[in-house]
Nanobody, 122 residues
Framework: QVQLVESGGGLVQAGGSLRLSCSAS????????MGWFRQAPGKEREFVAA????????YYADSVKGRFTISRDNAKNTVYLRLNSLKPADTAVYYC???????????????WGQGTQVTVSS
């Protein structure tokens, strides 16, 4: 089992940057693919990015490609999401999740954090 805790959210102006972190407990962290999703008010949860257990492959939603970067440090049981060139449309609660390699849909992920709020002002 994996328990996940996100941090690093906050209020930032458009064009700014943030780095989100997701710390995992449990000895099997390195065996899971990890993903980031987000949910804006009144909208469904949407895929943002994913990374394989080894960190060798990454996947991104078209809306964030070229602006966001996912990475992981298995020695620290942590996955990161670097958010650059932020837009007001990026405002949402960001969640990390653990599941199979390469998964890009929410139902494939078994474990979820509680989320961290990212607010981008114009």
């Amino acid at each position: 089992q994996v328990q996940l805790v996100e941090s690093g959210g906050g209020l930032v102006q458009a064009g700014g940057s943030l780095r989100l972190s997701c710390s995992a407990s449990g000895r099997t962290f390195s065996s899971y693919g990890m993903g980031w999703f987000r949910q804006a008010p009144g909208k469904e949860r949407e895929f943002v990015a994913a990374i394989t257990w080894s960190g060798g492959r990454t996947y991104y939603a078209d809306s964030v490609k070229g602006r966001f970067t996912i990475s992981r440090d298995n020695a620290k049981n942590t996955v990161y999401l670097r958010l650059n060139s932020l837009k007001p449309a990026d405002t949402a609660v960001y969640y990390c999740a653990a599941g199979p390699n390469g998964a890009t849909v929410a139902y494939e992920y078994a474990y979820w954090g509680q989320g961290t709020q990212v607010t981008v002002s114009s």
